[in-house]
């Protein structure tokens, strides 16, 4: 969508971008991905000064809950659309954060503007949801960029719609773009009308459609997805989605090293290959060529990937002497634990004698790898951090604490407190947000309801559920128009979220 004036150079700026806090941005969690691939990184200390810059920073969320829960590091976010950038200074002033600054710029000239001067020499940058959305010469002053503030072994996350998963669908997106821009006025309503007619070609079993299940599978995910997500995401004029060797081939002008993915399980080549695609991938020395193979079999359509500015490798006994000092909390009760997870290669069964043991002894309270690796109960058992932390991290069924035992800071509560009341209504009660936690360095992943519940809680002592009054919660949430039967589901999901959660919101001092 051009604007009037032209400076959008195809990129869609008549909507904001949506809100999102990603886990995969986090400086902690992209340090223990690259502990896991052996890689020498030092995981954020209590202590630490970080210098973090973000590049593409939307309205600036994932940037500004990094800066309230780590009040030492110095954040740095560049985005090109002025109205994102307003947004963002904006709740940065409301909470008076002095540890964030948000530049708007355009990042295929920003190296060689003066503003390049105020951006200090970063230990990690990330961009997500930026590089095949824009155009050559952008990425060509990202490069720039990234080889003039990222210092000697620091991490840079990048994240892209990928090629071969994307092969499938480009129709799809093409016909949206080509088809909404002539159809109506407004990236929202482009895309809408793009999506409407893909839908009318389907039905019409149009082969470069119909026999797709990539493009089906996409249209299914469409129908839950925000208007303003599907117009950033279909509708800008330079989309183009990437091969990873291309990207890594494009960043190695800056002197960085492809090491793995933020995404956990995707580092194991025993969960995302069979034996017989294992096999093949290892006839291969060169990691590209592997990883092409990798994409080959499982075709992902976005990738999330870690690269470092010098590679210092690790030795397996240093490696494993830095995972097992890493602390885990439990973030749902142990009988929700899942002993077998769903992965490319089929299904991964975590065995249960072994991790029974460990989530027993987490449901009484955050520890350390290395604790529960001494459990009485896993005498006898290989010592394997390495497995521990993948399997219990990125299946989701553990969080790392970065700073254990830390207690909640004001600017946190004021942030999460002014998350809920600006953006918490019956319409948005499911959508996925972040609360702030200087325990974690950054966001606990959750729905917008959760802020309501979580505070309720706090403010009744955080024990546990009993003798809280979910109805009358459910109460103050609900239209004032709702049904009583409506009324009680929501008392009894608040009541359900308090059991699953309270603990862990108790732990991380939310509540």
């Known amino acids: 969508m051009t604007s009037a004036a032209g400076w959008s150079a195809g990129y869609v700026t008549d909507t904001a971008y949506m809100r999102g806090y990603y886990p995969e941005q986090s400086p902690v969690q992209l ?14 200390g209590p202590s630490d000064e970080v210098s973090y810059l973000e590049l593409g920073c939307g309205q600036g969320f994932g940037a500004t809950v990094l800066a309230a829960a780590n009040p030492g590091w110095r954040i740095t976010a560049v985005d090109f659309n002025p109205a994102h950038v307003a947004a963002a200074r904006r709740t940065a002033a409301e909470l008076g954060l002095a540890n964030i600054r948000f530049l708007e710029a355009d ?82 309503e482009q895309a809408r009308a793009g999506l409407d007619l893909v839908r009318d070609l389907m039905a019409a ?47 190695a002008a800056a002197k960085l090293d492809y090491i793995g993915s933020a995404r956990l399980l995707t580092n194991f080549n025993d969960l995302m290959l069979t034996e017989a695609q294992r096999a093949i991938a290892n006839r291969f020395a060169d990691p590209l060529m592997r990883e092409l193979v990798v994409d080959a079999c499982n075709e992902p359509t976005l990738r999330h990937d870690i690269y470092v500015r010098g590679t210092r490798r690790l030795s397996i006994g240093a490696r494993d002497t830095a995972l097992e000092a890493v602390t885990l909390a439990l973030p749902m009760p142990p009988e929700e634990m ?14 249960e004698a072994y991790y029974r043991p460990m989530i027993e002894h987490l449901a009484e309270g955050p520890c350390t790898v290395g604790e529960l690796l001494a459990l009485p109960a896993l005498a006898g058992h290989a010592r394997n951090p390495t497995e521990v932390v993948g399997m219990l991290l990125g299946s989701g069924q553990a969080l790392a604490l970065a700073r254990p035992g830390t207690p909640m800071n004001n600017v946190s509560r004021h942030l999460n407190a002014l998350t809920r009341t600006r953006y918490l209504n019956a319409d948005t009660m499911t959508r996925p947000s972040a609360m702030a936690c200087p325990a974690l360095a950054g966001g606990l992943p959750t729905a917008l309801a959760h802020f309501y519940v979580a505070e309720r809680f706090a403010a009744a002592g955080g024990i546990d559920a009993t003798g809280i009054d979910t109805e009358a919660w459910a109460r103050q949430l609900a239209p ?11 008392a009894k999901q608040m009541a359900d979220e308090v059991r699953r959660h309270g603990r862990l919101w108790r732990w991380l001092g939310i509540a």
Request: net charge negative; with cysteine; aromatic share 6%.
């Open 338 to 351: 899942i002993y077998a997870v769903t992965v490319p290669a089929g299904r991964a069964s975590l065995n």
């Open 205 to 251: 079993e149009a082969d470069g459609l119909a026999k797709s299940t990539r493009v089906t599978d996409i249209l299914r995910l469409l129908e839950k997805a925000a208007p303003d997500y599907i117009a950033h995401e279909y509708m800008n004029g330079c989309w183009s989605p990437c091969w990873h060797a291309d990207v890594a081939t494009d960043l």
């Open 31 to 44: 340090a223990l991905a690259a502990l896991l691939m052996g890689v020498q990184t030092d995981l954020p």
């Open 107 to 188: 990042l295929a000239t920003l190296p060689e503007d003066p503003l390049m001067a105020e951006i200090p020499e970063a230990d990690v940058a990330s961009l997500h949801g930026v590089w095949s959305w824009v155009s050559p010469e952008v990425r060509g002053g990202i490069v720039r960029l990234l080889r003039a503030r990222v210092r000697p072994g620091g991490l840079v996350h990048i994240s892209y719609n990928a090629l071969p998963g994307w092969q499938s669908a480009l129709l799809l997106q093409r016909l949206v773009r080509e088809a909404g821009r002539r159809l109506a006025h407004g990236s929202i």
């Open 480 to 490: 004032a128009d709702a049904p009583a039967e409506g009324i009680a589901a929501l």
